[in-house]
């Protein structure tokens, strides 16, 4: 059900909001590493390397889908907190209608261009074929990747963050029943991992739809679903490019990556597609914090509560700190461990347990990156958020770049990028943050 947000202790309130993204995103990245632990377990390195290969190119093409739905979820807040109910059901409406168009495009796109895309990779040979046909089923389910992420961000800006996390639950269970059915059963190796995926996500998106059209009066629109506002998109375009943008800045860092770890060998490969899913368990919550920031500050703006957006800041920041210290921990003592439930190859867990170790001592910056950016995706001001992700992705594939070619530096090198690229962002973003800051005491 949707919340209001702008009154109550802020606290309490971004704690609430904040655990059900977060176990929403586990459970989302749990069917995710599924799929890597079954194909490393039971198919082989060389599958998993083929999946690790295919996750950022699909991810990439998903953030410029989820970029719309970022925009317009800022947008829904501010409508939602000035209670303008007209204006948030056409911006709803316009937002669904544009997004569905744009997904299946970007589907048909990569289905056909699936070869070219992997050999702009540099993906070795021996698993090119492999890694084609798994991209393509990834991509045919692009829309049900779009309409549940449309509506979960629908949800999110209306104050309810808990109920897509039931259906993300669902779909996770789907999923891992999926793979083994699949892959052991019928031994469609990463294929089955690929349709399994598909099948969850379109679950998670019919479960949604039932959901708000039983529960959710305020999103039961009927005929209005099918209103298109020129105007409204245009204001959301003009939101949502700079979060496309930046999310596909972050993105096109990490292919870059991808493609230095690519001329390293499969086994680099296959470890670096292992700490991938691992990172994304560590990291992923630091950006849920950000984001019930977001939502928070979003509809306090719209409701001009100046003193409960800076209130929200604060609270965030330090619920992030204290995150940023747990993770260190828990990814620096438990690295082999996590290592061998992806894989039994030696050198795929050593290569991977060496990354852990090294990026658990940094989780603490983009801690605090996530809450800057979750405050300026709250005011609206989502152009810092791209600069300073550029700056980021920018330093950091350059900083691989000479740790692998020049110094010679094999999977410790990606850290040590890491490392460069978010204290570069941290110095863009600093700046503005205090500028931005010291603004809403006048």
């Known amino acids: 059900m949707e919340r209001d947000l702008t009154t109550g202790k802020i ?72 209670k303008d109910y007209d204006l948030l059901h056409r911006q709803i409406s316009t937002t669904m209608l544009s997004g569905v168009v744009f997904s299946v495009f970007l589907s048909v796109f990569c289905i056909v ?17 492999m890694t084609m046909h798994y991209m393509r089923i990834i991509f045919a389910g692009l829309l049900f990747t779009f309409m549940y992420n449309f509506f979960a961000s629908t949800l999110r800006a209306l104050g309810d963050s808990q109920s897509p996390l039931y259906f993300l639950i669902t779909s996770a269970v789907v999923n891992i029943v999926g793979d083994l059915f699949f892959v052991l059963y019928l031994h469609m190796g990463s294929e089955g991992c690929a349709i399994s995926t598909v099948l969850s996500e379109a679950l998670s998106c019919l479960l949604c739809i039932i959901y708000i059209q039983k529960k959710v009066p305020v999103l039961q629109l009927g005929r209005k679903w099918l209103v298109f506002d020129r105007a409204q998109l245009g204001k959301t375009i ?35 597609a292992v700490v991938n899913r691992i990172d994304d368990f560590a990291y992923t919550p630091e950006q849920n914090i950000g984001h019930a920031m977001t939502a928070l500050m979003a509809q306090n703006k719209g409701a001009g509560k100046k003193d409960r957006l800076k209130e929200a800041f604060r609270c965030g920041i330090r619920i ?45 910056l983009p801690a605090i990156t996530n809450g800057i950016q979750g405050y ?61 800051y010291r603004n809403y005491d006048r």
């Open 320 to 364: 992030e700190v204290v995150y940023g210290i747990f993770i260190f921990i828990v990814c620096f003592l438990l690295a082999d461990p996590l290592m061998r439930l992806f894989s039994s190859d030696a050198e795929v867990c050593g290569h991977g347990a060496t990354y852990l170790r090294l990026i658990s001592f940094m989780y603490l």
């Open 238 to 272: 003009a939101y949502g490019w700079a979060s496309a943008m930046q999310q596909a800045t972050v993105q096109l860092g990490k292919l870059g990556i991808q493609a230095i770890v690519n001329s390293m060998g499969v086994s680099i490969a296959a470890a670096f």
């Open 11 to 82: 606290m309490p309130q971004l704690v609430r909001f904040t655990i059900p993204l977060v176990l929403g995103n586990i459970f989302q990245l749990t069917y995710n590493a599924v799929d890597s632990v079954i194909v490393g377990r039971y198919v082989g390195k060389e599958a998993l390397a083929a999946v690790g290969i295919c996750n950022p190119i699909a991810t990439l093409f998903i953030l410029f889908l989820n970029g719309l739905c970022m925009g317009a979820s800022i947008l829904m807040g501010n409508q939602f907190g000035a």
């Open 113 to 129: 261009f699936a070869h070219p895309i992997l050999l702009l990779m540099q993906v070795d040979a021996s698993i090119l074929q």
């Open 376 to 436: 300026f995706r709250g005011i609206g001001d989502l152009k810092v958020t791209l600069i300073s992700s550029f700056v980021n992705m920018g330093v950091r594939v350059i900083a691989a770049v000479i740790l692998v070619f020049v110094f010679s530096l094999q999977i410790e090198a990606l850290p040590i990028s890491y490392l460069v690229g978010w204290i570069g962002m941290l110095i863009a973003e600093l700046p503005l943050l205090v500028r931005s």
